[in-house]
């Protein structure tokens, strides 16, 4: 009988890990028990952030982090939040954190065989405007024997064996993909407090005339950046030229360039000739997640992101990602 119109066969992210789990034979469910300590650090720094400006959450902490940034409030609330879920999953080893100066070793974690690097709250900046905001986590799995050893996170982006975003926007969307895998996407319902797959198999759009980048930077662009972005601006063939479209917070311009396609930006430049966002915790598990979902992910030098090998933990790197098409575009103007 088709009475009643509600969903009452809902795929909660417990209910799509446990179902991935199933297909794979060797699995022993260390992943999925992971995965559970993750998805609670994101219902709670989502919490805290919604409450923020009513509990005094918002500013600065006072401290500066190992990459120069201003620490705010919740920065170090996120932080402890995340570094609290791992260590207790029992199934971290180890875990970089853009908030930490150095790599933390969970080592009483006997048999924990996961490498994990996060950024804890992306976009920090935003915060105190109500702007969306996001976590970015990446899991490697360590090798055979190892304990866990700095040698097991330094490694690049095409060996993530998962990555993903929760971003805190509207409603806290989280977006995450296995290696080799789909991408799909899941909604926090606040009222069951659970993650639901709102986005199954999410696919970029092949082109949209959208691009996202700080162009207050130009100055120190490199001519080719110049040009690619000036071109933007033209009309196109159909007239038009592209819309801007600049959030500041990483995980939420990547997360509508996910949906709508077009391109998102933040290269090396002659000021930062490194780039701003960092390799563990910012560029490659992005990269991994546009990969899968049909899109594409390049460095500066238009090198394939997730070939890039970090030397340091805080590494940085230009970067540009998004639909197939427009990083053809981009590549372009690089020949
Ligand atoms: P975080 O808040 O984790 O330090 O990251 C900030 C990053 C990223 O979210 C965003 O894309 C970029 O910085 C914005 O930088 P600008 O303010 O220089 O545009
Ligand atoms: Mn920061
Ligand atoms: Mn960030
Ligand atoms: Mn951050």
């Known amino acids: 009988a088709e009475s009643a119109s509600v969903n009452t066969d809902i795929v909660t992210l417990t209910r799509f890990l446990t179902e991935e789990q199933a297909k794979h034979k060797e ?3 260390d992943f ?14 989502s919490y805290y952030i919604r409450r923020a400006t009513l509990v005094n959450l918002t500013g600065l902490a006072g401290q500066s982090n190992a990459t120069g940034d201003d620490q705010k409030k919740l920065d170090v609330i996120g932080n402890d939040l995340f570094i609290a879920a791992m260590k207790s999953s029992g199934k971290c080893a180890l875990l970089v954190s853009e908030e930490e ?4 070793y969970f080592k009483d974690q006997k048999g924990a065989r996961y490498a994990v690097a996060c950024d804890p709250i992306d976009g920090s900046s ?3 405007a109500g702007v969306s905001v996001g976590t970015i986590f990446g899991i490697h799995k360590l090798p055979e024997g190892s304990t866990g050893t700095k040698a097991d996170i330094l490694k690049p982006g095409s060996e993530l064996l998962a990555a993903g975003f ?20 899941f909604t926090l319902d ?12 999410m696919r970029m759009p092949k082109t949209r005339a959208i691009y996202s980048v700080n162009e207050g930077n130009s100055l ?4 080719s950046t110049k040009k690619y972005f000036e071109s933007l601006k033209q009309a196109q063939s159909n007239g038009k030229p592209y819309s801007a479209r600049y959030i500041g917070s990483m995980v939420a311009d990547a997360y509508r360039t996910l949906l709508y396609g077009g391109i998102f930006a933040y290269p090396a430049d002659k000021q930062n000739p490194k780039g701003k966002l960092r390799i563990l915790y910012e560029c490659a598990p992005m990269a991994m997640v546009f990969e899968n979902a049909g899109g594409q992910a390049v460095n500066s030098k238009m090198a394939r992101m997730l070939d890039v090998v970090p030397e340091d933990i805080h590494d940085k790197s230009g970067i540009f990602m998004g639909s197939y098409d427009e990083m053809e575009k981009l590549k372009s103007f690089h020949k």
């Open 27 to 29: 699995a022993t469910g």
């Open 32 to 45: 999925t028990l992971l995965c559970h300590a993750l998805q609670f650090s994101f219902k709670a720094i």
């Open 101 to 104: 100066e150095e790599i933390i």
């Open 126 to 128: 935003n915060l105190d």
């Open 166 to 185: 929760t971003m805190y926007g509207a409603s806290a969307q989280l977006v995450i993909t296995m290696k080799g895998g789909t991408v799909d996407g």
């Open 190 to 201: 606040n009222s069951f407090g659970e993650f639901i797959l709102t986005h199954p198999n």
């Open 220 to 223: 120190f662009w490199e001519d």
